[in-house]
């Protein structure tokens, strides 16, 4: 049988890393030994999520996906830390419920650069130390409105279809290369997301959603991989919920 891949002393550039998913993809990964470089927009909370994980673990890096140039200071930040970089977790996002014309302009384009462009920048400044290492990862945390947009999400499932699209398009492209391309897409998840753009904070549904562990846990199995093999599309729901 294929071993479990082993992720200590391994090294992981992470978006959207200040609260959720990411903050829990952080903890599980700094837990299984790997190394993180982390990006978010919210400086104290980056400092705080460092602080706890501890410096020889962790660096952050205060960013927007949005810019070019933040993601290469992420990728940058890893590499004069630890000297490589094995995977990138392209995971900030934000979403807002509401009928098409319920936005701004700005509030829809920001949407639409977080998303989509976001991802793309995250993953190209990734690829170059990606691609000189001995196999790499790239997991881009997306959503089941990837496949089946609901109404009142247009926009926002929208950016998570082209999600879908890119990266069925970089598993195809990087794969012969030894880059895996994962896309994790889960249901409703009782996070910040939203809140306050279409959801509440006591939202009567979320006890039955999935936890940001849950989806940190998928993200961390993929990675456990054997370099045999590799998942290309994971959704996730609970058991609560129906699909």
Same mark, same amino acid.
């Given at each position: 049988?294929?071993?479990?891949?082993?992720?200590?002393?391994?090294?992981?550039?992470?978006?959207? %890393?200040?609260?959720?998913?990411?903050?829990? +993809? &952080?903890?599980?990964?700094?837990?299984?030994? %790997?190394?993180? &470089?982390? /990006?978010?927009?919210?400086?104290?909370?980056?400092?705080?999520?460092?602080?706890?994980? /501890?410096?020889?673990?962790?660096?952050?890096?205060?960013?927007?996906?949005?810019?070019? %140039?933040?993601?290469?200071?992420?990728? $940058?930040?890893?590499?004069?830390?630890?000297?490589?970089?094995?995977?990138?977790?392209?995971?900030?996002?934000?979403?807002?419920?509401?009928?098409?014309?319920?936005?701004?302009?700005?509030?829809?384009?920001?949407?639409?650069?977080?998303?989509? $462009?976001?991802?793309?920048?995250?993953?190209?400044?990734?690829?170059?130390?990606?691609?000189?290492?001995?196999?790499?990862?790239?997991?881009?945390?997306?959503?089941?409105?990837?496949?089946?947009? *609901?109404?009142?999400?247009?926009?926002?499932?929208?950016?998570?279809?082209?999600?879908? *699209?890119?990266?069925? %398009?970089?598993?195809?492209?990087?794969?012969?290369? *030894?880059?895996?391309?994962?896309?994790?897409?889960? $249901?409703?998840? +009782?996070?910040?997301?939203?809140?306050?753009? *279409?959801?509440?904070?006591?939202?009567?549904?979320?006890?039955?959603?999935? +936890?940001?562990?849950?989806? &940190?846990?998928?993200?961390?199995?993929?990675?456990?991989?054997?370099?045999?093999?590799?998942?290309?599309?994971?959704?996730?729901?609970?058991? /609560?919920? /129906?699909?």
């Amino acid at each position: 049988m294929p071993t479990t891949r082993d992720l200590t002393g391994t090294v992981v550039a992470l978006t959207g %890393a200040t609260a959720g998913i990411g903050r829990e +993809t &952080a903890r599980l990964l700094v837990a299984e030994g %790997a190394r993180v &470089a982390l /990006g978010g927009r919210r400086v104290e909370r980056l400092d705080e999520l460092v602080a706890e994980l /501890g410096a020889d673990n962790a660096v952050g890096v205060p960013m927007d996906v949005r810019v070019p %140039a933040d993601n290469a200071r992420l990728v $940058a930040a890893a590499i004069d830390r630890w000297g490589r970089l094995d995977s990138v977790v392209a995971n900030a996002g934000i979403g807002m419920y509401g009928g098409i014309l319920d936005h701004s302009d700005e509030d829809l384009a920001t949407m639409m650069d977080t998303n989509y $462009a976001g991802t793309v920048w995250t993953v190209r400044a990734a690829l170059p130390a990606l691609l000189t290492g001995n196999g790499g990862d790239v997991v881009i945390v997306s959503s089941v409105a990837g496949f089946r947009g *609901g109404a009142d999400e247009a926009v926002y499932a929208g950016t998570k279809h082209a999600q879908v *699209g890119l990266a069925g %398009a970089l598993d195809r492209e990087l794969r012969e290369q *030894g880059i895996r391309v994962t896309l994790i897409c889960p $249901a409703g998840t +009782t996070t910040e997301f939203a809140v306050g753009a *279409g959801r509440t904070e006591d939202d009567p549904r979320s006890s039955e959603w999935l +936890t940001p562990q849950d989806v &940190a846990s998928a993200i961390v199995a993929t990675l456990h991989q054997p370099r045999t093999m590799r998942t290309a599309i994971w959704t996730l729901w609970s058991m /609560g919920q /129906g699909s």
